[in-house]
C-alpha cells in the first residue's frame, strides 16, 4: 500500500513540483492550497502524513498544526523559510515532527518522509504486549502512549520516539549523533538545532523530579556528547 501524504502550500507552481515528484517516488499525494483545506482534508483516514506550509493565506501553518494536533498525533513535517529559526523553534514546540528549509530539495524532502513514517512505523510493528513502568513513566507501546504519574503526556511521533531511545539507555550517555540516526532516522549535520529542540519540548513536557534531593532535569546535557536520561526518585 502507497504511502499517503498531504501537501499543504498556497505556491501553486511549487505545490505542482513538489507532488509530481513525490508521486513519481510512489507515494500518494493530496493537495491543499490554504489552511482551511489543509485542516478538513488531514482529519479524513487518506492521510500517513502532512507536509504543511508555515505561510499560508488564510490559517497559517502553525495555527494549523495548533488545531490538528487537538485532534490528531499525525506526523507533519514543517517548509518554513530559510533562516526563520523563530518559526521552526515554535513549530516544534506546538508538535512538528521535523522541518524543511525552502526552497527545499525534493530529493531531500522524500527522504525526510520516508524516514518520519519509518519511526511511526517501526513503533507500531514492535511488542504491544504490555506496558512498561520506568520511574514515575508507563509506556504502552500498542497506543504510543505516556503516562506520568498516571496522567497522560502529550508527545508527538518524534518526541516519542527520542524518548524511547533514551529510556533504552538509562544512565548511559547517548551521543547525539546517534540519537539522530535512531530517533529522527537520518544523520546530523552541522547546525542542525532540530533534536536539540526535541529534547528541550521533552524536558518541559515531563515534570523535573528529585535527584540527590535537588531539582533536576531527568534528562540530562553531556556537554560535546550528547544526552542522559536520568529516572527521578
Not at 6 to 19: K, Q
Not at 39 to 60: E, R, T, Y
Not at 154 to 174: F, M
Request: proline residues 4%.
Amino acid at each position: 500500500m502507497q504511502n499517503r501524504v498531504l501537501l499543504v502550500e498556497d505556491d501553486d507552481e511549487l505545490r505542482s513540483l513538489l507532488a509530481r515528484y513525490l508521486v513519481s517516488q510512489g507515494l500518494d499525494v493530496r493537495e491543499a492550497a490554504n489552511g482551511s483545506d489543509g485542516l478538513s482534508l488531514a482529519q479524513d483516514d487518506f492521510v500517513d502524513l502532512v507536509v504543511l506550509d508555515i505561510m499560508l493565506p488564510d490559517i497559517n501553518g502553525l495555527e494549523v498544526l495548533r488545531r490538528l494536533r487537538g485532534k490528531t498525533r499525525l506526523p507533519v513535517i514543517l517548509l518554513t523559510a530559510r533562516g526563520e529559526e523563530t518559526d521552526r523553534i515554535v513549530g516544534f514546540e506546538v508538535g512538528a515532527d521535523d522541518y524543511i528549509p525552502k526552497p527545499c530539495n525534493p530529493r531531500e524532502l522524500v527522504a525526510r518522509i520516508h524516514a518520519t513514517l519509518r519511526r511511526v512505523a517501526w513503533d507500531r510493528g514492535a511488542d504491544t504486549t504490555s506496558s512498561r513502568t520506568i520511574g514515575d513513566l508507563r509506556i504502552e507501546p500498542d497506543q504510543r502512549r505516556v503516562f506520568q504519574n498516571e496522567q497522560p503526556v502529550d508527545l508527538t511521533a518524534t518526541e516519542y520516539e527520542i524518548l524511547q531511545v533514551l529510556l533504552s539507555k538509562i544512565g548511559s550517555v547517548v551521543r547525539k549523533t546517534d540519537l539522530m540516526q535512531w530517533a529522527l532516522g537520518r544523520r546530523l549535520a552541522p547546525h542542525d538545532r532540530t533534536l536539540d529542540m526535541h529534547v528541550s519540548n521533552l524536558r518541559r513536557k515531563l515534570d523535573s523530579g528529585k535527584l540527590n534531593g535537588e531539582e533536576t532535569s531527568r534528562i540530562e546535557t553531556v556537554r560535546g556528547l550528547g544526552y542522559s536520561y536520568r529516572s527521578p526518585v
